[in-house]
Structure formats: structure tokens, C-alpha cells
């Protein structure tokens, strides 16, 4: 069992920055795959970034060259620094760990991009 907290939300302007933190239970943190996820009103909710296990990342498109995914395994715990924020990124940001057939989700942090 994993247990996945967020923080770092908040309201900010158009331009500004902000950086997203998940603290994460469990011994074998550094196994698994940490993801950051973002559901806006009316929309599904959609994968913005994630990490390997080795470290390996990827990005959605709508974000590549702003956002930025990091892992601190001796923490047990991901980030998401976040630049040149723009209004369509207001979003629930959610936390995600998967190993296998194992799937874990936190509680979800409010990012509002509004001036």
C-alpha cells in the first residue's frame, strides 16, 4: 500500500511558476512509476508528466519547456516545477504511483492560473 499526498497548489498569475510536491508511505518508493496527472472542469483527466523508476521522463505536449519532473528517492517524494503558467493549465493536479498491477492515487492539489 502507498499513500500519496500532494501540496503546492495554488492561486497564481498568468507567467508565474509554482512547484508541486507528493510525499509518498512505503519502503520501495524507488520502484515504482510517479506520474502527475491534471483534470480541469468538464474535462477527463489527462497525464501532464512522469518518471521512472530509472528515472527516465516524459511530458505532454501542452506542457514540454515549462514543466519539470523530478524524484528524490531518499525522501520518498516527486515534484512538478511549474513555469510560464498559463490559464488553461487551472487544473486538479493528482499525484499517481503504478507498479504493475498496482495503481495509487492522491488526494489532488487546486492549481488556479488567473490574473
Not at 12 to 17: A, E, F, L, N, R
Not at 28 to 47: D, H, N, T, V
Amino acid at each position: 500500500q502507498v499513500q500519496l499526498v500532494e501540496s503546492g497548489g495554488d492561486l497564481v498569475q498568468p507567467g508565474g511558476s509554482l512547484r508541486l510536491s507528493c510525499a509518498a508511505s512505503g519502503s520501495i518508493f524507488r520502484l515504482f512509476s510517479m506520474g502527475w496527472y491534471r483534470q480541469a472542469p468538464g474535462k477527463q483527466r489527462e497525464l501532464v508528466s512522469g518518471i521512472s523508476s530509472l528515472g527516465t521522463t516524459n511530458y505532454a505536449d501542452s506542457v514540454k519547456g515549462r514543466f519539470t519532473i523530478s524524484r528524490d528517492n531518499a525522501k520518498n517524494a516527486v515534484y512538478l516545477q511549474m513555469n510560464s503558467l498559463k490559464p488553461e493549465d487551472t487544473a486538479v493536479y493528482y499525484c499517481n504511483a503504478a507498479r504493475g498491477n498496482h495503481d495509487y492515487w492522491g488526494q489532488g492539489t487546486q492549481v488556479t492560473v488567473s490574473s
